[in-house]
């Protein structure tokens, strides 16, 4: 694994403190699909990895409880998840046990996955994840170096301008161009959050060689979700709380 920092480490522990509570609350918007966010429209719906899985090889980073790679997996892909968290990856080792479908799991820092050889991807994703890691570059360049050329990268994570808002309003509680860590301190822990604008998110992207090719911010489905107490449906309805960004690896990288 590699070297960590504090807030990674923070991030890290409040993941493993979490997890059995975490799973227990948000299980059944979880399981059964790929969820790009609280109250998203299903991957089955958006299919923003493409309209069908079966004989591709795809990596999903920041696996977290493996809901997503069961799902995947059970759509003919051959899915390897990499996560930070010991006790999320002990929560998906067992759930796709129950689904009987097979999953490669890999306890590591996403931002070092030497494990895994260059080119061997034709998909990598992240669903909610990445605003919780701290080196983005370096994370960028491990997805960019371990996908086949012209293989899709696709993630999701809070709407920029969503991230500023006050909790339950529309308010703008911080600065757009604030990119101090946000800190919260739970009952389990600490947990920092990476503030990006949408040009900084664009722009690590684009340092790692892809090409950007879609930004989208679907309608969220007329649904209250499990996250409702950060992610209210009446306000997500009113702007946008995810945002999914996919991006190509070009055929001919140079970095």
Sequence with gaps: MAPESRHTRANRENWNASSREYQAIHRTELEGDVLWGPSMPPEKDLKVLGSSMRGKDVLEVCCGGG???AYLAAEGARVTGVDFSSEQLAHARAFVRSKKVRVRFIESNVEDLSMLKASSFDIAFSAYALGFVEEI?????EVSRVLRPGGLFAFSWQSPIYQITAEGTLEFRRSYFDRTPIV???ESG???DFPRTHGDWHAALTRAGF???DILEPEPIPKENTYADVFPLAKIRMIPG???WRARRPRRLEL
């Excluded at 570059?137 to 360049?141: M, S």
């Design 67 to 69: 809901q997503s790679a």
């Design 137 to 141: 570059d370096l994370t960028f360049r």
């Design 184 to 186: 919260f301190k739970e």
């Design 190 to 192: 600490t947990e920092v």
């Design 211 to 213: 090409v950007v090719t």
């Design 242 to 244: 995810t945002t999914i």
